[in-house]
């Protein structure tokens, strides 16, 4: 009998794209199962071309009056797992509201997700990367998910964005709409693959500890700006556009503006057009990682072992002072940048954004531009 398999994880950017080894992982071992996945609204785009999911089911947890219609959309299939990888009371909430007969999630759960589970499988141990707690957890289903292509903990942050089978572990399709979008935004700004290397920096953060200085992306954008062949962007949502204000207003017009601009699709498809994208830990940082475009990763109170990039060729700059990292939202010593992001100077993060760049900086040649 075909069975119906739910995937609970709805937020936030960097955790859907972590889920998505997983997700693939399902999928493969279960060809003919039907395969869903709850996801809140505003990441829900990432899912919507995915070929290996049958259903995403959005749920926008801020409008009270959608309530109804997400369950009625959400008990349409009738469900017989459903797989918690959140492990937050609204995630093992949703698992049991989903009808589930087999409700599965890591144990213990933060905010007692694991009240809602059936089977709750032991949590070892918190100290590993996110994209392989969460391929473990799949792992660890056995019969009912049998034969994995990614072996958990087979890939770690150390290696590459793709699987030893050539399996690409974060897949974030764009459609032609986005690409076109990203092609237009790029003429109007004179933009020459030929000639020129795009540099992509995103100042913002959810988590405010996790900000870099806009003062010293300024001082890094000058740097920058100072290369002939360097074209240098700034990137993030709307909730960005502050941030992103300051700094273009004392770099001038010769920053471009993509904050704010952009689907996630289409912020994925922007990316695969630079070089390399500085970024603190934060969304973004995992769709560049996603579509294979460097990244040169900025972290202090947030542990790169956890939830850094996971790519090889990424340079992650950590000061690993004796805080750190201490998971918060704000500097809990009242350091305000705090000590952890302050100690990051433009001079190393410049350097790391040259080696990413490669040779054609310093000799003037024309960039080997990726397809």
Request: contains cysteine; proline residues 7%; neutral net charge.
């Amino acid at each position: 009998m075909r069975a119906n398999v739910l995937i609970v994880k709805l937020s936030s950017l960097g955790d859907v794209i972590h889920t998505l080894p997983a997700a693939q992982a399902i999928r493969a071992a279960c060809p003919d199962c039907r395969l869903g996945w709850v996801v809140e609204k505003d990441q829900a785009s990432l899912l919507h071309r995915q070929p290996f999911l049958d259903e995403v089911i959005e749920w926008d947890r801020r409008q009270w009056g959608s309530w109804a219609d997400f369950l009625r959309r959400l008990r349409q299939t009738r469900w017989d797992v459903a797989i918690d990888f959140q492990g937050l009371f609204r995630s093992g909430l949703v698992t049991l509201l989903s009808g589930a007969g087999r409700r599965v999630g890591y144990s213990p759960g933060r905010e007692l997700a694991h009240w809602f589970y059936t089977d709750s499988v032991p949590l070892d141990g918190v100290r590993r990367h996110a994209v392989d707690r969460y391929l473990d957890l799949v792992g660890r289903l056995g019969v009912a998910l049998p034969g994995l292509p990614v072996a958990p903990g087979a890939v770690s942050p150390s290696s590459s964005a793709s699987s030893g089978d050539g399996t690409v572990l974060f897949p974030l399709p764009s459609s032609e709409e986005d690409h076109t979008a990203v092609r237009r935004w790029l003429e109007r700004h004179g933009f020459d693959a030929d000639r020129h290397q795009l540099a992509i920096l995103n100042p913002h953060s959810r988590r405010d500890a996790n900000r870099w200085p806009s003062d010293r992306f300024v001082g890094l954008g000058r740097r920058l700006l100072a290369h002939p062949g360097i074209r240098v962007a700034l990137a993030g949502g709307t909730v960005a556009r502050a941030v992103c204000d300051e700094i273009a207003r004392q770099l001038g017009d010769g920053v471009w503006r993509a904050d704010g601009q952009f689907s996630l699709p289409s912020t994925a498809a922007l990316f695969r057009e630079a070089r390399v994208v500085v970024t603190g830990d934060t969304g973004p940082m995992h769709i560049a990682v996603a579509v294979g475009t460097p990244v040169v990763a900025l972290f202090g109170p947030t542990s790169p072992q956890l939830t850094g990039p996971y790519a090889a060729d990424a340079i992650v700059l950590d000061k690993h002072i004796e805080c750190s990292p201490c998971l918060e939202r704000r500097c809990p010593l009242n350091y305000d940048p705090p000590k952890c992001m302050d100690l990051i100077t433009v001079e190393e993060v410049y350097d790391a954004v040259l080696a990413r760049l490669g040779e054609a900086v310093a000799t003037g040649a024309s960039p080997q531009h990726r397809a």
